[in-house]
């Protein structure tokens, strides 16, 4: 269903529109943990560090690829909030096309680039056929995942968030379902995992696709939307690149920790890919309040309610706190238990391992919710370019606390490597928030006060 969220309470709004967001992206993390699990108890310790090794490399080119899409869908939802369909039509056409040429350049260069890469990341000689042979096939299905994202972004971009739920969780049960029968009945090893996270996700996107498209009448498109100009084009490209790019750049900085991390060795790669799996399930609360947020930032901005952005962003940081706060709980008195679901019969030192890296993860996430939160405002205002300079904020953070931290703290100082970057944006973020805020609702004021002194010198004119 279409959701107008420049309407109504806002935290109220938030929320209901960030509930079908977390239980997606939960869904969406299982690609991930059920390929890991499976591997990691059928194939072995050094199969599942091998595919655990190419967390980095993959976030690179995917998050490109969700930045992008993001990125376009802000301009449509700025279009519906300001009740233009014919702009919302001609945004989605414009979207789809920049999107398949992006993605014909993307999976050449990823599958290309793929072994060096993990060669220049230090991938340990025991495990680096293992990542090569998963990563270039998660590459080679690229465009599965850029039409998920997209139908997804699109959909979330008027208001709907629980259409791509429904066709993700099908996706997760026909993932799983693939996952045993490519590794266990076809033997086809860690490139089976991989098979089965393009295949399902492929399915899903083409049947919401096609829901999408039948469903709503402000998505059906004919020939004439797809004509479009360089600079409308431009318009979009304007926003989604500097979201991509933000996203490959923080890729980069995890790139970087993974390289410090693959010097010491198979066992404490296995440890951090387990912990870094159950990161990221736990946080996926900040990430949907985040996406949320910038859903509804993006058409209360189109529809010029500056004050009640502000109003929004304010109460959804709060509640993002509090969900940090069980974020962090859950993640050290759970690490354990969690670690055994990946990694059979684990060792005590990998449980340590595994649950000193959640520790610290654990203790700031009260600074990732910020940037959750103030990131995906920004960029729901169109200030993607700034959100761009923060991933390279957190790129310098990184390698910073990868490079000098680990010489002195070893292993700590690689835990210590996120939320060093995170305090670094925080403050960039924050400040760059409350400085355009600012400006916005102080230019919305000058403008009210100008129209009403229009209006009353129309009525003594007339």
Not at 64 to 89: C, H, I, M, P, R
Not at 172 to 191: E, H, M, Q, R, Y
Not at 310 to 335: C, D, E, P, R
Not at 356 to 372: C, D, M, R, S, T
């Amino acid at each position: 269903m279409v959701r107008n969220l420049t309407k109504g309470k806002p935290l109220k709004q938030i929320l209901v529109f960030a509930l079908p967001i977390f239980i997606g992206n939960v869904f969406q993390q299982l690609y991930s943990m059920v390929d890991n699990i499976i591997v990691g108890n059928t194939l072995g310790e050094n199969a599942f560090a091998g595919v655990g090794a190419t967390t980095s490399i993959a976030f690179l080119i995917i998050g490109f690829v969700q930045g992008l899409t993001a990125g376009f869908a802000v301009k449509t939802s700025q279009f519906f909030g300001n009740k233009d369909e014919e702009k919302v039509k001609r945004s989605v056409a414009t979207s789809f096309m920049l999107c398949a040429a992006i993605t014909v350049i993307l999976t050449i260069v990823s599958v290309l680039t793929a072994k060096p890469l993990l060669r220049l990341m230090q991938t340990p000689e025991d495990i680096i056929e293992y990542s090569y042979e998963y990563i270039v096939v998660v590459f080679a299905g690229l465009g599965a995942t850029m039409l998920y994202n997209l139908v997804s972004s699109i959909l979330r971009a008027l208001g709907d968030s629980k259409v791509p739920l429904i066709f993700l969780i099908i996706a997760s049960v026909i993932n799983v379902a693939l996952d045993l029968l490519f590794i266990i009945v076809f033997k086809t090893g860690v490139a089976g995992a991989g098979w089965a996270t393009v295949i399902s996700q492929l399915l899903s996107a083409l049947a919401c696709a096609i829901y999408m498209f039948r469903k709503y009448d402000i998505l059906r498109l004919t020939k004439n939307h797809f004509k479009t100009s360089w600079k409308f084009c431009w318009e979009h490209l304007n926003i989604g690149l500097p979201m991509a790019f933000q996203y490959s750049i923080i890729a980069v900085g995890i790139m970087v920790q993974q390289a410090a991390l693959n010097t010491f060795g198979t066992l404490y790669v296995s440890a951090y890919t387990a912990a870094s799996k159950i990161d990221s399930i736990v946080t996926q609360s900040l990430v949907a309040m985040g996406s949320a947020v910038a859903t509804y930032v993006g058409q209360n901005y189109g529809a010029g309610e500056i004050e009640r952005i502000n109003k929004g962003i304010n109460q959804a940081m709060t509640v993002s706190v509090g969900l940090a706060l069980v974020s962090g709980i859950v993640v050290y008195f759970g690490s354990d238990l969690l670690t055994g679901l990946f990694v059979k019969d684990p060792n005590e030192q990998m449980l340590s391992l595994s649950k000193k890296y959640l520790f610290w993860q654990g203790v700031f996430y009260i600074g990732l919710a910020i940037i959750y939160v103030y990131r995906n405002g920004l960029q729901g205002m169109g200030y993607s370019a700034l959100t761009m300079v923060g991933g390279v904020v957190e790129l310098l953070m990184r390698i910073v606390a990868s490079i000098f931290l680990v010489k002195v703290l070893g292993y700590l100082g690689l835990c210590l490597s996120n939320p060093c970057a995170w305090i670094g944006v925080d403050i960039l973020f924050i400040t760059s928030y409350y400085i355009i805020i600012h400006h916005k609702v102080k230019r919305f004021a000058r403008i009210s006060v100008a129209s009403v002194k229009i209006k009353k010198h129309s009525k003594g004119i007339a």
